[in-house]
């Protein structure tokens, strides 16, 4: 219920952006995206294992609030739990550099796509 509600809001305030700001968004993405493995893959490296998330639900009996009325309810609770996994440092360190090879071709893609966003989109 929680994850569609920020859904629901994420998509409102898309809704609310300029189309330059739409643009700029599109345009710099994948750069966002591979930063975030560039930081992963160093991280794993830097302690030697990877983390791993595990969502899973959790039932709890409570009280709810529907209406301005108090009743008693099951809640659907995630559980997240982070534990250590083994990777192999090799390829770790190889996927660390393919994804820094692909961060900067994908700059300067982005840095095109933005120069054209600003001039189709001018302040």
């Known amino acids: 219920m929680q994850k569609t ?4 809001g994420l ?6 952006a300029t ?3 739409q ?3 599109d345009a710099t993405k994948n750069v966002k995206a591979l930063e975030r493995a560039v930081a992963d893959a160093q991280a794993n490296i830097d302690r030697g294992y990877a983390l791993e998330r595990d969502v899973s639900p959790q039932f709890r009996y409570g009280f709810c609030n529907k209406g301005g009325n108090l009743t008693t309810c099951i809640r659907n609770d995630a559980r997240v739990k982070t534990k250590p996994v083994a ?11 393919s994804a ?12 095109t ?6 001039a189709q989109y001018p302040t």
């Open 19 to 21: 189309p330059r700001q």
């Open 23 to 25: 643009c700029e968004t």
């Open 113 to 118: 796509q933005l120069a054209q966003c600003a």
């Open 11 to 16: 998509c409102t305030l898309a809704a609310c």
């Open 87 to 97: 990777i192999d440092l090799a390829e770790e360190r190889r996927k660390l550099a």
């Open 5 to 8: 509600l920020l859904i629901i």
């Open 100 to 111: 820094q090879q692909r961060l900067t071709t994908e700059r300067t893609r982005a840095n």
